[in-house]
């Protein structure tokens, strides 16, 4: 496989294993950089495995139905990978205090569903950074954590 198919090959298992419906925070070890770095406008961003499988660990338990899914083809250029996916859960966990925009109490049962393209650069097989532009907006608005216009 030519380089852009193996760093593909990469990025769709971590798309399915971190942020697929079944997370398998073991992706972090095997896939990630040591110093990754992963940035939404959503959160602040996270580095080093233990930030982001912490991360994880928490909004999934805030969100248990957590999900995201590509919605188109993996495009890949020398050490990047470009995905496009959509996705998001229903807060029935505990008090969730991660969005920059604020916070939210314990089980609201607000529901977010919002899309969002993401660049990974991936070196030696190992993914270094992952940034990500996300409808926060969208989001942030179904949660109640800000208002539409």
């Not at 593909?8 to 697929?20: D, H, L, M």
């Not at 899914?69 to 029935?92: K, M, P, Q």
Request: charged share 25%.
């Amino acid at each position: 496989m030519s380089k852009a198919e193996d760093n593909k090959a990469v990025v769709g298992r971590w798309f399915t294993q971190f942020w697929g419906r079944d997370c398998d925070l073991a992706v972090v070890d095997a896939l990630a950089a040591p110093d990754m770095l992963l940035q939404y406008s959503l959160h602040a961003p996270r580095r080093g495995r233990d930030d982001i499988k912490a991360f994880m660990r928490d909004f999934r338990t805030a969100f248990p139905d957590l999900a995201f899914r590509g919605t188109a083809e993996l495009i890949a250029e020398g050490d990047h990978v470009v995905g496009r996916w959509e996705g998001g859960g229903t807060h029935t966990g505990p008090a969730f205090a991660d969005f920059l925009a604020g916070s939210l109490p314990a089980a609201t049962g607000r529901r977010m569903r919002f899309t969002g393209t993401t660049v990974l650069k991936v070196i030696d097989g190992r993914i270094v950074e992952e940034i990500g532009l996300d409808d926060g907006v969208a989001a942030l608005t179904q949660l109640g954590l800000i208002r539409a216009a």
